[in-house]
């Protein structure tokens, strides 16, 4: 096979590059030498990207298959597959984050010995290290039908009910616990986004994040891999979308009209601006643009409306871990140019490792003309899928 | 009975011998470079600032309820009966919780080692143990930091500004702030003109409790949410059996 520099191509060849500088800047010059991190600045991106962002990102994992096994939507069967994969190939490269980030990152197998049950960051650990393993072993299928061996799989099926129930047992849990560890500085956080809510917060924007997540992923894949699209799945992901925004947002609302902050939040200031662009981003724009019924019936529609809540919520979550500490620190974090590629790095090999998978194995349904129910918006679907499963590149 | 310090900043006449016998103590570099920086560092655990000819020290306060001890995911934190907080270098695993955690800003980070360390005051355990004072509290020449019994430097430090009111604010810094702390401070002026956190921001709870009140939930909420989920499972699976059933029943009914 040679080797033909697509523009995609170079651009990852780049990216690769400076993130193993960077890694060698991180593993050979230590911390500070990589980061702009400091003393009043210990957290930096790769905690409020890579981590909150990340797994953040990586909730369509256990969303779809709640919704698909435990809420038993049949239609939405055939995101599955790519949702998990998502979210396995987000917790692994999430794990290889965290190897950066840890000023010593060959202890941490201490987690499993010198446990600390007080710690939000133990409990976090110990989630993400079975949640890992979980999504592996729903993974795992995959691989056993690429290489047609029937008697593994028959294993997984007979442990799949308690995967699933397990899976989404540790999500519910170590998805609240990254707000949760915030709990502890309430002197430090700035009121805006310090609240006793954050760990419900979380949930909540953890779901519709999935929610969107899958979205995006679909249209992408569809645009890249030349897949066929099923529109009705994502009118479906749409509409719960749109119902999960909502809730976030009322929640949102509620919080702060329970602290008297509602008199703060529109007075201009600092933090009031990136709160503005967070509430903007991801519940005015795209609760009023799916609100449209025009919108949550076309793929172009939703695929935006999901950037801009993904955009939104990325936006709370970099607020709640950078920008909420700029006043108490005293000055502004604005990470090194070796944090980004080391995050950049991560990201390129996820999207990487994504394609590899989908094009060795049996990721995305075969594809069926014959559509499974007879749904109101199935002619419009007809003609948009034939517009975008011929748009992929 | 639990050891604290109490520095009292109007006896202090800013001679930063604390700060040398600090840097023996842990073997920290110390000169006049280092007796000119105004910050706590991972190389200076305590500082003696400045401020219109009034003097202010810096030192880990070693709360009584340490948020650092309760973040740390490996437990190397920890909040000895004799009153130190300590730290266990070889547990630690360098996540930087313990830091953002720390209301007081005191753990320090060595952000340019690569088997890094955090550091911060550990109130002399050693010598603690083997009933001495500290080093900065024994080297002091005017008794502005002191060392004793927790509750005799309370009563002591009540003392002091009943007997010289004109001298002090009225307030103990430290006896209430995030649920009482081993270091106390009295001084002529406010503490937060010198950079410690405003008492009314601290609050005197205990700043553990902020996360103990939903990890204490997380026992109960682990078997009721898998009982939840099972049941959902069971209950949406159950359904497609019986509309299976009743289809096959149906369809040989429609046989016969």
């Known amino acids: ?393 | 009975m639990s050891k604290a310090l109490l520095y009292d900043a109007t006896m202090c006449i800013g001679c930063k011998a604390c700060e040398g016998a600090c840097a023996e103590q842990n073997k920290l570099p110390y000169g006049d470079k280092v007796a000119a920086e105004s910050v706590q560092s991972e190389h200076k655990f305590t500082v003696v600032l400045t401020k219109d000819d009034k003097f202010m020290r810096r030192l880990c306060m070693h709360c009584e309820h340490p948020a650092c001890a309760s973040v740390c995911p490996v437990g190397a934190m920890h909040k000895t009966k004799e009153g130190p907080v300590i730290y266990d270098v070889w547990k630690c695993i360098g996540c930087r919780y313990c830091m953002t955690a720390c209301a007081f800003a005191q753990p320090k980070y060595e952000w340019h080692s690569l088997n890094p360390r955090v550091r911060k005051c550990i109130m002399c355990p050693d010598r603690v143990v083997a009933g001495k004072q500290t080093a900065c509290a024994e080297i002091c020449p005017t008794g502005a930091t002191k060392f004793g019994e927790r509750d005799d430097l309370i009563q002591e430090a009540q003392n002091r500004i009943r007997q010289n009111p004109p001298n002090y604010l009225p307030r103990i810094y430290g006896l209430h702030e995030v649920g009482g702390t081993s270091v106390f401070i009295l001084s002529s002026v406010n503490v937060e003109a010198y950079g410690y956190p405003a008492s009314a921001k601290l609050g005197d709870t205990p700043i553990p409790e902020y996360t103990g009140r939903v990890m204490e939930k997380v026992p109960d909420f682990i078997p009721v949410w898998t009982l939840a989920l099972g049941g959902i499972y069971w209950v949406s699976h159950r359904r497609e059996e019986v509309a299976a059933a009743e289809a096959e029943l149906k369809k040989n009914g429609s046989k016969r």
């Open chain 1, 1 to 393: 096979m040679k080797f033909k520099p697509t523009f995609w191509r170079v651009i990852f060849v780049v990216i690769m590059a400076l993130g193993l500088y960077s890694t060698f800047i991180r593993f050979f010059y230590g911390l500070g030498a990589v980061s702009n991190m400091t003393d009043q600045f210990p957290w930096g991106l790769w905690i409020g990207f890579d981590l909150l962002c990340g797994v953040m990102l990586a909730a369509g994992g256990f969303c779809i298959v709640a919704a698909v096994y435990l809420f038993n939507v049949e239609t939405l069967h055939s995101v599955v597959r790519p949702a998990v994969l998502t979210a396995f190939l987000g917790y692994v490269l999430f794990i290889v984050g965290l190897l950066f980030d840890l000023g010593r990152p060959w202890y941490i197998w201490h987690q499993l010995v010198y446990m600390n049950p007080h710690s939000v960051m133990f409990e976090v650990g110990i989630c993400v290290m079975s949640y890992t393993t979980v999504l592996f072993f729903e993974f795992l299928p995959n691989v056993f039908e690429r290489f047609n061996m029937k008697t593994p799989i028959k294993w997984i099926k007979k442990i799949y009910p308690v995967l699933i129930i397990l899976g989404v047992l540790l999500s519910t849990l170590h998805q609240s616990s990254l707000g949760s560890l915030y709990l502890i500085m309430p002197s430090k956080l700035h009121p805006f986004w310090y609240t006793p809510a954050l760990p419900f917060l979380f949930f909540g924007s953890a779901v519709a994040v999935g929610l969107a997540m899958t979205i995006f992923e679909s249209t992408q894949s569809a645009k890249a891999f030349g897949r066929h699209l099923e529109l009705p799945v994502l009118v479906q992901l749409g509409g719960a979308l749109l119902v999960a925004l909502w809730v976030n947002a009322l929640l949102r609302f509620q919080d702060y009209l329970h602290r008297g902050m509602l008199g703060q939040i529109v007075k201009p200031s600092y933090e009031a601006y990136f709160l503005w662009l967070e509430l903007a981003l991801a519940f005015v724009i795209p609760i009023t643009m799916l609100s449209f019924k025009k919108v949550r019936l076309s793929p172009n529609g939703l695929y935006l409306a999901s950037i801009f809540s993904l955009l939104g919520f990325i936006t709370n979550r970099l607020n709640v871990s950078l920008t909420g500490f700029e006043t108490y620190a005293g000055h502004h974090y604005l990470p090194k140019w070796t944090e980004f590629s080391v995050t950049l790095m991560i990201m390129a090999l996820g999207f990487a490792l994504f394609g590899l998978a989908v094009k060795y194995l049996p990721i995305f349904p075969a594809e069926r003309h014959a559509v499974m129910q007879p749904a109101r918006t199935e002619a419009r679907a007809a003609g948009a899928t034939a517009v975008l499963g011929n748009a992929g590149d």
